[in-house]
């Protein structure tokens, strides 16, 4: 795989990892989960910055201009569905709508995890160690994501769900 076709691959990645991080900002603002959506910004803003530096690794170490020419279409949550009011959204429906966002967001990271571990390793195959050396971050950081949303999907699980504690929790880490 020539390098272009990775530096492509990825950045039609974090294009799509943009818009997951966007539908859940807007989600847990929407159900007022207010820290989980600042962290969702915070991921939304590292994505950006990292699409960005990709492209200027690219353009100044490999005279490459990359776009996402094709970046997948991601509405991980049908944020369309949503039609109700939060205040008319029931105990149980938020419930599964954080438990559901969860695991999509999950499922995001290793999914990209995966692919960034495959594009080291053809860089490596290639010969291109700096470059390998420059995407092994990409691979840090998300498996660094991967391993706190399931911290928080764990620790959540282990209180059940309870959504007055979720919500303390929320306002205690918003102050």
């Known amino acids: 795989m020539a390098t272009h076709n990775i530096f492509t691959k990825l950045a039609n990645r974090m294009v799509g ?6 539908q859940l900002t807007e989600l847990f603002n929407f159900i007022d989960l207010k820290s989980d959506a600042k962290r969702q910004k915070k991921q939304l803003h ?3 910055d990292g699409l960005l530096k990709l492209e200027k690794y690219a353009s ?3 005279h490459i ?5 094709n970046p997948p279409q991601v509405d991980i949550l049908n944020l369309g569905m949503l039609k ?3 205040d008319e ?3 149980d429906n938020k419930i ?3 438990q559901y966002a969860m695991k999509e967001w999950i499922e995001w990271e290793k999914e990209s995890k995966i692919m960034y571990e495959d594009a080291y390793r053809n860089l490596v195959d290639m010969s291109e160690i700096a470059t390998a050396d420059f995407v092994l971050q990409y691979v840090r950081d998300v498996d660094k994501e991967l391993r706190d949303a399931e911290l928080l999907y764990r620790v959540r699980d282990a209180i059940d ?7 303390d929790k929320q306002a205690r880490l918003s102050k």
Not at 17 to 22: D, E, K, N
Not at 65 to 69: A, C, G, H, V, Y
Request: charged share 10%.
């Open 17 to 22: 990892a943009m818009m997951v991080h966007t």
């Open 46 to 48: 590292e994505e950006t």
């Open 60 to 62: 100044q170490h490999h």
């Open 65 to 69: 201009l990359i776009t996402s020419n």
């Open 84 to 86: 109700q009011q939060n």
């Open 89 to 91: 959204l029931s105990p």
């Open 96 to 98: 599964y709508l954080i």
């Open 161 to 167: 769900w309870d959504l007055a504690t979720i919500y």
